[in-house]
Structures are given as C-alpha cells and as structure tokens.
T-cell receptor, first 110, second 113 residues
Framework: GENVGLHLPTLSVQEGDNSIINCAYSNSASDYFIWYKQESGKGPQFIIDIRSNMDKRQGQRVTVLLNKTVKHLSLQIAATQPGDSAVYFCAEFNDYKLSFGAGTTVTVRA | DTEVTQTPKHLVMGMTNKKSLKCEQHMGHRAMYWYKQKAKKPPELMFV???????INESVPSRFSPECPNSSLLNLHLHALQPEDSALYLC????????????FGSGTRLTVV
C-alpha cells in the first residue's frame, strides 16, 4: 500500500499483537544498521543489528528487515508486551560514526 | 561489569558556571563517545575518542571541552553554556574500530539557567 515503509512518530499497539516500526536511512555506504530502545530516564539500549549485506535477521521476538533498494529498515516485534513501551530509534554505522534516525514512540495498550 | 556509568544524573548550572560531566566504563572498550539529546529528538554525536585520542569533533562549540584521562574515563567540561544547551548528555563506549556494539550510559540531565 501507499503507507508501506512510512515512518510514524507514534505507534499504539494492543498487548499481544505484533508491532512494525519503520525507518528510512540516508547513507547507502553504511556498514551496519541497528535498532535501539530508549525507556524514560535511560540511555538507548541495543536491540538488534543487521549488516548491510543481509536483508533479514531474527532475534528473540524481534526481526529486522533491510531493503537497500529503497533505503528502508523495519523492526518487527512479536507478541508485544507492556515492557516494550518505549521510544525506538534506528541507527546507521558509517565512517566510524553511529547516527540516529527519528524515533518512534510505542505505547502498548492493555 | 557491562555498564557505562555517568555522573551526576542531574545538573543545574548558571551560564557563568564551570562544571564537568563524568563517564566511566570497565569493559575494556577503547572508544568512547559523547552524544547530546534534546527532548523528543534522537541523540546527536558530539565527540569520538579512540585510544584516548580525540578522533571526531562534530563542530561542537568550544564551550564544550572533552577530555579522556585514561581508557576508562571520559569527561565533558562545560563553561559559559547557554540555556539552549540544556539537554540529556549521553556517554557511550565500544570496541575501537569499525564496530556497532555501543553501550550507552543513562545520561546526565543538564539544565542551564
């Protein structure tokens, strides 16, 4: 659809449902793409990363998809839990720098 | 120890004050970083230290002065700040080189009055 890959600043999800968070990146030369979770009063916490030569990687309850053709990154969270409520940032690593994209605030409804 | 510790957690300072933010890690990481994060915005890179030497300065004003006294410590000296410098200052560390394994501290919430 037209909204596939659209970055949304906020996302409200029912507990138990799957969440999809989207991100557009800017630099085709980036080596790694990383998702971070930031809870209130804390620093960013590493969730999962993916190398630029991969298109999918799975972790525990999370999957990251990379589409280099359209410079798009997504994070899928399975069976979203209340503890998943946070701000999620995508980041890209290039030229010894880690740069963050705009965040998405995820709120989980009980 | 798998943490990055930042002190103080909160700091209020006047525009004529001099203060310092401190960051410490004991993971053997040889790269350390300062980021600035404004409310509801992503963290922005300020400085990168690699093997205790400043390797990247992202055009940060001179009123922010970083220092890396040894491989475990990173300081950020503040002088003559402006109210718009109020933000969350995050420290991070990683193995040096081309790596993505950053560990972030919880930050210092700075308010300039």
């Amino acid at each position: 659809g037209e909204n596939v890959g659209l970055h949304l600043p906020t996302l409200s999800v029912q507990e138990g449902d799957n969440s999809i968070i989207n991100c557009a990146y800017s630099n085709s030369a980036s080596d790694y793409f990383i998702w971070y979770k930031q809870e209130s009063g804390k620093g960013p916490q590493f969730i999962i990363d993916i190398r630029s030569n991969m298109d999918k990687r799975q972790g525990q309850r999370v999957t990251v998809l990379l589409n280099k053709t359209v410079k798009h990154l997504s994070l899928q969270i399975a069976a979203t839990q209340p503890g998943d409520s946070a701000v999620y940032f995508c980041a890209e690593f290039n030229d010894y720098k880690l740069s963050f994209g705009a965040g998405t605030t995820v709120t989980v409804r009980a | 120890d798998t943490e990055v510790t930042q002190t103080p957690k909160h700091l209020v300072m006047g525009m004529t004050n001099k203060k310092s933010l401190k960051c410490e890690q004991h993971m053997g990481h040889r790269a350390m970083y300062w980021y600035k994060q404004k409310a509801k915005k992503p963290p922005e890179l300020m400085f990168v230290y690699s093997y205790e030497k400043l390797s990247i300065n992202e055009s940060v004003p001179s009123r922010f002065s970083p220092e890396c006294p040894n491989s475990s410590l990173l300081n950020l000296h503040l002088h003559a700040l402006q109210p718009e410098d109020s933000a969350l200052y995050l420290c991070a560390s990683s193995q040096a080189g081309r790596t993505n394994g950053y560990t972030f501290g919880s930050g210092t919430r700075l308010t300039v009055v």
